[in-house]
């Protein structure tokens, strides 16, 4: 009886030490954050013993908990819910069933998940969505593009790309009783990455008649040349996206070239051809006294030529749209850009902000000091979060007023 009672005081230790993380101060519902991110480190270990293992690649394995999440399509009150393709590209559209006054509001939004994970029928982005379209009255068509690996970039920006190209014609807004003015790309993470990606692109094509009201753009990975800004160091393990986890999710968008994922690692990986560049993502340029703490600037370690000529995407601002020329920048739509204090792309989303506002742009950037990466899914039970419902609510808001 002895014994068992001290293996089992054994257990509860060991199983406390390891969901038990050290949180800033400030940080609301530490013990619900806890218990996600402890979920979370679980699957990426489970990930990295089944990869090096050579049973299954880690973004597999970390695709299960994506799975565990999907529902089906269902229509409810005030939603029609249903799948389609757009231009060979699988969607979930969300249509109210409210009688129109009008023409509608559109969204086309895109999941984030590292491009390597997520799913528009997740639990989390099929109520998201379904609360767009209620309470906006909006037509929302939710992307599901191509993952990495085994599809790299640039074939998640193409096939959003391909979709929101498709949705903004003229005959497919009027089939779904869109208003062509009033039309926003939106996304978290790596979706906020593609959405300023596809917003950016589409100034440049005169193909596309119909332009952006207004893009939303929630904690965003915007460049990849720089993995060690203040934020990448300061937040390198907080919850729920540490830096090893991002390095990850950058070098799978580009390649599962083990060499470009350990230069990424150390930050080495920084061709010489972006010198010209780094005046556009140069943090001590863009971010605001405050974040930039007692960090120091230091050139960049060039070291990054022959990665750079197999993975040109590396220098490609569809896939960093930090690396667009403020003149390029000039012609976006308003912007809504949400960032979180604690998270490795907070400083992404400051500077491009700031960037957006220096080429004149209308911007809205809402900083959550007590924020986290990925906080805005957190919706629903068993992951809800009261600090995801304020977030969401604020994306909302603005969405409400400017779309």
Same mark, same amino acid.
């Given at each position: 009886?002895?014994?068992?009672?001290?293996?089992?005081?054994?257990?509860?230790?060991?199983?406390?030490?390891?969901?038990?993380?050290?949180?800033?101060?400030?940080?609301?519902?530490?013990?619900?954050?806890?218990?996600?991110?402890?979920?979370?480190?679980?699957?990426?270990?489970?990930?990295?013993?089944?990869?090096?293992?050579?049973?299954?690649?880690?973004?597999?394995?970390?695709?299960?908990?994506?799975?565990?999440?999907?529902?089906?399509?269902?229509?409810?009150?005030?939603?029609?819910?249903?799948?389609?393709?757009?231009?060979?590209?699988?969607?979930?559209?969300?249509?109210?069933?409210?009688?129109?006054?009008?023409?509608?509001?559109?969204?086309?939004?895109?999941?984030?998940?590292?491009?390597?994970?997520?799913?528009?029928?997740?639990?989390?982005?099929?109520?998201?969505?379904?609360?767009?379209?209620?309470?906006?009255?909006?037509?929302?068509?939710?992307?599901?593009?191509?993952?990495?690996?085994?599809?790299?970039?640039?074939?998640?920006?193409?096939?959003?790309?391909?979709?929101?190209?498709?949705?903004?014609?003229?005959?497919?807004?009027?089939?779904?009783?869109?208003?062509?003015?009033?039309?926003?790309?939106?996304?978290?993470? $790596?979706?906020?990455? *593609? !959405?300023?990606?596809?917003?950016?692109?589409? #100034?440049?094509? /005169?193909? &596309?008649? %119909?332009?952006?009201?207004?893009?939303?753009?929630?904690?965003?990975?915007?460049?990849?040349?720089?993995?060690?800004?203040?934020?990448?160091?300061?937040?390198?393990?907080?919850?729920?996206?540490?830096?090893?986890?991002?390095?990850?999710?950058?070098?799978?968008?580009?390649?599962?070239?083990?060499?470009?994922?350990?230069?990424?690692?150390?930050?080495?990986?920084?061709?010489?051809?972006?010198?010209?560049?780094?005046?556009?993502?140069?943090?001590?340029?863009?971010?605001?006294?405050?974040?930039?703490?007692?960090?120091?600037?230091?050139?960049?370690?060039?070291?990054?030529?022959?990665?750079?000529?197999?993975?040109?995407?590396?220098?490609?601002?569809? $896939?960093?749209?930090? *690396? !667009?020329?403020?003149?390029?920048?000039?012609? #976006?739509?308003? /912007?809504? &850009?949400? %960032?979180?204090?604690?998270?490795?792309?907070?400083?992404?989303?400051?500077?491009?902000?700031?960037?957006?506002?220096?080429?004149?742009?209308?911007?809205?950037?809402?900083?959550?000091?007590?924020?986290?990466?990925?906080?805005?899914?957190?919706?629903?039970?068993?992951?809800?979060?009261?600090?995801?419902?304020?977030?969401?609510?604020?994306?909302?808001?603005?969405?409400?007023?400017?779309?």
């Amino acid at each position: 009886m002895g014994s068992k009672l001290l293996c089992l005081c054994l257990l509860a230790a060991l199983l406390g030490y390891y969901i038990y993380i050290p949180l800033p101060e400030g940080m609301t519902e530490p013990w619900p954050v806890m218990l996600i991110s402890a979920v979370l480190r679980t699957l990426a270990h489970l990930s990295e013993a089944a990869d090096m293992l050579g049973l299954m690649n880690y973004m597999e394995v970390m695709r299960l908990f994506t799975t565990v999440e999907i529902v089906p399509p269902t229509s409810d009150e005030n939603v029609t819910v249903t799948e389609a393709e757009f231009n060979s590209v699988p969607v979930r559209l969300f249509l109210p069933r409210r009688a129109p006054g009008g023409l509608r509001r559109a969204i086309v939004y895109f999941h984030g998940g590292g491009w390597c994970m997520g799913d528009a029928g997740m639990h989390s982005y099929d109520h998201m969505a379904r609360r767009f379209s209620n309470e906006l009255d909006a037509v929302v068509v939710s992307v599901n593009y191509r993952l990495a690996p085994p599809h790299h970039f640039p074939v998640q920006f193409e096939d959003v790309y391909s979709v929101t190209k498709f949705f903004l014609q003229s005959k497919v807004l009027s089939q779904y009783g869109v208003d062509p003015a009033r039309v926003c790309v939106a996304g978290d993470s $790596a979706g906020g990455n *593609l !959405a300023a990606a596809v917003a950016q692109e589409l #100034l440049e094509d /005169a193909e &596309v008649q %119909t332009k952006l009201k207004a893009q939303v753009l929630i904690y965003p990975a915007l460049q990849a040349l720089d993995l060690a800004l203040p934020s990448y160091q300061d937040n390198a393990h907080k919850p729920i996206l540490s830096r090893s986890l991002m390095v990850r999710f950058w070098s799978e968008y580009f390649s599962s070239d083990p060499a470009l994922r350990e230069a990424m690692a150390s930050n080495t990986h920084v061709p010489p051809e972006a010198s010209a560049l780094w005046p556009l993502l140069n943090w001590s340029l863009w971010l605001p006294p405050d974040m930039r703490g007692a960090h120091r600037p230091s050139s960049p370690v060039w070291g990054g030529a022959e990665l750079a000529r197999r993975h040109p995407g590396l220098l490609d601002p569809r $896939a960093s749209p930090l *690396l !667009a020329s403020q003149a390029r920048l000039r012609g #976006l739509p308003p /912007a809504f &850009v949400l %960032t979180c204090e604690h998270d490795v792309l907070r400083d992404d989303g400051v500077m491009y902000a700031a960037r957006l506002r220096d080429a004149g742009v209308p911007v809205t950037h809402h900083h959550a000091k007590d924020g986290f990466h990925g906080a805005v899914t957190f919706l629903t039970w068993p992951l809800e979060l009261a600090l995801g419902h304020r977030l969401f609510n604020t994306c909302l808001g603005w969405l409400r007023d400017n779309l």
